[in-house]
């Protein structure tokens, strides 16, 4: 079965500066899909950026980066400049090719910027 | 601009009452999930919906839940009789099966409790 590992529950970064929120996952899949999602509090659930594991490149939107490392089952999240918006809880999630749509997601890390 | 909409909100309920709770997946998506967001559990697939049809339904307690799709825009979520252990916040999400972002989105959710 598989599974998503986020073990920072909780992270601080200072406004403008820059923070990695790390994810591990295991699977014995070679096609699959990583996401992370941003969930601030008014709860709503963001998709923040998206990597395909057929894809070595990795994935970028805006201040949004991802460092995946496949042989290492790790999909860290980069946020550069951080602002004030950027505090939430950020969930790290698996879609494996054959699951049809199930995503699995980690616990959750609670990431809060400092003016 | 498109969403998934759910409601209620927001529902508190006491012990042995029946909850529904209804969601609108964005026209034109032909999957829909259901999930469930506690503390304790985090983020729990319940069931998940294509083209109208369940697929998976095995993350759902079958004694006192169901979920139904009685048409392409509304998707039901119902607790007979509700527990305390029921309260958490449901999110519902949709997506297309046929594009290869599979790509979820999510709807704002319903905070139940349970008393």
């Known amino acids: 079965a598989q599974t998503v590992t986020q073990s920072q529950p909780e992270m601080s970064v200072q406004e403008a500066e820059t923070v990695t929120l790390s994810c591990t996952y295991d699977?014995?899949?070679?096609?699959?899909?990583l996401f992370w999602y941003k969930q601030p509090p008014s709860r709503q659930m963001i998709l923040v950026i998206r990597?395909?594991?057929?894809?070595?490149q990795n994935a970028t939107e805006n201040r949004f980066s991802v460092n995946f490392q496949k042989a290492a089952k790790s999909f860290s999240l980069k946020i550069s400049d951080s602002q004030l918006g950027d505090t939430a809880m950020y969930f790290c999630a698996f879609l494996g090719s054959s699951n049809t749509g199930k995503l699995i997601f980690g616990q959750g890390t609670t990431l809060q910027v400092k003016p | 601009d498109a969403r998934v909409t759910q409601t209620p909100r927001h529902k508190v309920t006491e012990m042995g009452q029946e909850v529904t709770m209804r969601c609108q997946p964005i026209?034109?998506?032909?999957?829909v999930f259901w999930y469930r967001q506690t503390m304790m559990q985090g983020l729990e697939l319940l069931a998940y919906f294509r083209n109208r049809a369940p697929l998976d339904d095995s993350g759902m307690p079958k004694d006192r839940f169901s979920a139904e799709m009685p048409d392409a825009t509304l998707a039901t979520l119902k607790i007979q009789p509700s527990e305390p252990r029921d309260s958490a916040v449901y999110f519902c999400?949709?997506?297309?099966?046929?594009?290869?972002?599979?790509?979820?989105?999510f709807g704002p959710g319903t905070r139940l409790t349970v008393l």
């Open positions: 026209l034109g998506h032909n999957t």
């Open positions: 990597q395909e594991a057929y894809k070595q």
């Open positions: 699977t014995s899949e070679n096609n699959y899909y």
């Open positions: 999400a949709s997506g297309r099966s046929s594009t290869g972002s599979n790509e979820q989105f």
